[in-house]
């Protein structure tokens, strides 16, 4: 059974971090390439960024290009979402995702596994 579990979100104030991580199991973390997206109130699911299996290859949105960056651990099965300078627009829950496929993959129907979702709040 294949879980993703996401944790460190929260309130922020703008101009504000936060690091999200998202552990995974019951995979092979190593063969996945590992996604972010992003899900705010009355909007679709959209693409954050994109860590290739061997974190090599990185891809992010140009909506926090600059600002977050996303990193790996395979020896811990978990990859990070680092989310520096952020903004009321950020305010989303937030999900990590599996793709078993390499390439630059940015749709929801490309990710085989996801996690339920942490909620980060930007606000004063």
């Known amino acids: 059974q294949v879980q993703l579990i996401e944790s460190g979100g929260g309130l922020v104030q703008p101009g504000g971090s936060l690091r999200l991580a998202c552990v995974a199991s019951?995979?092979?973390?190593?063969?996945?390439?590992m996604g972010w997206f992003r899900q705010a109130p009355g909007k679709e699911r959209e693409f954050v960024a994109r860590?290739?299996?061997?974190?090599?290859?990185?891809y992010l949105s140009d909506s926090v290009k600059g600002r977050f960056t996303i990193s790996r651990d395979n020896a811990k099965n978990t990859v990070y979402l680092q989310m520096n300078t952020l903004k009321a627009d950020d305010t989303a829950v937030y999900y990590c995702?599996?793709?078993?496929?390499?390439?630059?993959?940015?749709?929801?129907?490309?990710?085989?596994?996801w996690g339920q979702g942490t909620q980060v709040t930007v606000s004063s």
């Open positions: 995702a599996a793709d078993g496929r390499g390439g630059n993959r940015r749709l929801v129907g490309h990710y085989n596994y």
């Open positions: 019951g995979l092979s973390f190593s063969s996945y390439a």
């Open positions: 860590l290739s299996s061997l974190g090599l290859t990185r």
